[in-house]
């Protein structure tokens, strides 16, 4: 299984970038998928995830309102798009896949993960 992020890059205060995650390796439509990210010295927090089917999302209330979370099965794609981003929204974002939506917001909860892409907000 590989999950490839994409999409990160540095932007301004305000601005926008969309990451994407393409995924290989498994029956995408099973899995839900999920954004974690991660500075350093931190712990991995959860950003976003959204069931296998795309029906259901669910947001960290840090991001609500900011980021949406899309998935697109047919290209085994998920995406997060990030509006209004702020300088506390710096981190690496990893996408990860799991079949368990009860832990889709623990890391320990999903079973794939990507290699991460750099976000920077600069303010």
């Known amino acids: 299984v590989q999950l490839q992020a994409c999409g990160g890059g540095l932007v301004q205060a305000g601005g926008s970038l969309r990451l994407s995650c393409a995924a290989s390796g498994l029956i995408f439509s099973n899995y839900h998928m999920a954004w974690f990210r991660q500075t350093p010295g931190k712990e991995r927090e959860f950003a976003a995830a959204?069931?296998?089917?795309?029906?259901?999302?669910v947001l960290a209330d840090s991001v609500k309102g900011r980021f949406t979370i899309s998935r697109d099965n047919a290209k085994n794609t998920v995406y997060l798009q990030m509006d209004s981003l702020k300088p506390d929204d710096t981190a690496v974002y990893y996408c990860a896949a799991g079949r368990d939506w009860s832990s889709v917001t623990a890391p320990s909860g999903m079973e794939y993960w990507g290699k991460g892409t750099l976000v920077t907000v600069s303010s």
């Open positions: 959204i069931t296998g089917s795309g029906f259901r999302r």
